[in-house]
């Protein structure tokens, strides 16, 4: 016989041995094998799920993370909108009470001049009562240094006096 001619016996032989290794192989094997590759793929599976999930949690995050920015951001912007207000409201608060402050100094300086004006009207109009006193002592001693001068002196007085 060839190589490539079928022997019956060799056949058999091995038709035989191929049936009773498919037989020992679904009793032994074959559930195990099978039972293997469903946990694989109910493995395979779940990672698939788990991942959507995972991917789904993450874009929920994502989002999440935004509104918070977002939020963070217009709370920001919020702050400093009312930090500049209050600051305006200090700035403006304190250029009035310096303000007032200058007047009330300001008045109080008028005041003071005004005193003090008046105080050295009064010391000035008291000098040149003195001073004018002093003078018409002296000038009268001269004047009246004479008895003919004291006597002329009288008679104008007495003239003035008529004639009023």
């Not at 993450?58 to 989002?63: A, G």
Request: hydrophobic share 40%; proline share 2%; glycine share 2%.
């Amino acid at each position: 016989m060839g190589i490539l001619s079928p022997d019956p016996g060799l056949v058999f032989w091995t038709t035989l041995s191929f049936i009773t290794l498919l037989l020992i192989m679904r009793r032994y094997a074959w559930k195990p094998i099978l039972h293997a590759l469903k946990l694989r793929e109910e493995r395979i599976t779940m990672a698939l799920r788990d991942a959507e999930t995972a991917r789904e949690e993450v874009q929920k995050m994502e989002e999440t993370r935004k509104q918070i920015m977002e939020k963070a951001r217009l709370e920001r912007d919020s702050l400093i909108q009312e930090a500049r207000a209050i600051k305006d409201e200090i700035v403006n608060e304190a250029r009035l009470t310096a303000q007032k402050e200058a007047e009330k100094i300001m008045l109080k300086a008028r005041e003071q001049i005004d005193r003090e004006r008046k105080e050295t009207l009064a010391e000035i109009r008291s000098q040149v009562g003195l001073l004018s006193l002093e003078i018409a002592g002296k000038i009268l001693k001269e004047e009246m240094a004479t008895a003919e001068k004291q006597q002329q002196v009288l008679e104008k007085y007495i003239k003035n006096v008529e004639l009023n």
